[in-house]
T-cell receptor, first 118, second 111 residues
Framework: GAVVSQHPSRVICKSGTSVKIECRSL??????MFWYRQFPKQSLMLMAT?????????EQGVEKDKFLINHASLTLSTLTVTSAHPEDSSFYIC??????????????FGPGTRLLVL | RKEVEQDPGPFNVPEGATVAFNCTYS??????FFWYRQDCRKEPKLLMS???SGNEDGRFTAQLNRASQYISLLIRDSKLSDSATYLC????????????FGTGTKLQVIP
């Protein structure tokens, strides 16, 4: 399967600071990347969908000014949690899809980033 | 009604047992279906796609029932390593970007 990396894997920050999470597709070009959030014992919730070179599409209830997404290239998307608060503490997972040798609809997930805001 | 529904479990089964999960979906226009596996505190990993004709991969068999709008996953000869949460994933339209995840069914295989 395809490889997607995420960095950092774990971050602890103070309330009010911003945190940037990187998602990279290592062996394929990701035409679309997705950002999910998962709270303990809950399902994955899609936050936003981004296509390279265009603005992200946010799901209802997700503040686009708080969760900034930049999909600058076909292999890199970043999620910045601005002015993080304790309620933003969660498991953030990216996934990527695309590439000619991959099934169009299959999403490959990064290992996730655990964010803890104190 | 939720778009994708799964029994959260947990399903506690002994090693060697056969276990089956169902997942129902509400959108009759749904085109693509997948089963993912998620281990505790890890990311989901694709287990298998679900085709109209059904498909099998080793001990795992996936079926699609369009008439009743559900997909199933059958695991034969359960191993301890099969313990995980199994997520049902549905794509509303072929090529459509957004997929919907079920909340997952937790499986615990006990020695």
């Amino acid at each position: 399967g395809a490889v997607v990396s995420q960095h950092p894997s774990r971050v602890i920050c103070k309330s009010g600071t911003s945190v940037k999470i990187e998602c990279r597709s290592l062996d394929f070009q990701a035409t679309t990347m997705f950002w999910y959030r998962q709270f303990p014992k809950q399902s994955l919730m899609l936050m936003a969908t981004s296509n390279e070179g265009s603005k992200a599409t946010y799901e209802q209830g997700v503040e686009k000014d708080k969760f900034l997404i930049n999909h600058a290239s076909l292999t890199l998307s970043t999620l910045t949690v601005t002015s993080a608060h304790p309620e933003d503490s969660s498991f953030y997972i990216c996934s990527a899809r695309g590439g000619t040798r991959l099934a169009v609809e299959t999403q490959y997930f990064g290992p996730g980033t655990r964010l803890l805001v104190l | 009604r939720k778009e994708v529904e799964q029994d959260p479990g947990p399903f506690n089964v002994p090693e060697g047992a056969t276990v089956a999960f169902n997942c129902t979906y509400s959108n009759s226009a749904s085109q693509s279906f997948f089963w993912y596996r998620q281990d505790c505190r890890k990311e989901p990993k694709l287990l298998m796609s679900v085709y109209s004709s059904g498909n099998e991969d080793g001990r795992f068999t996936a079926q699609l029932n369009r008439a009743s709008q559900y997909i199933s996953l059958l695991i034969r000869d359960s191993k301890l390593s099969d313990s995980a949460t199994y997520l049902c994933v549905v794509n509303a339209e072929r090529g459509y970007q957004k997929v919907t995840f079920g909340t997952g069914t937790k499986l615990q295989v006990i020695p």
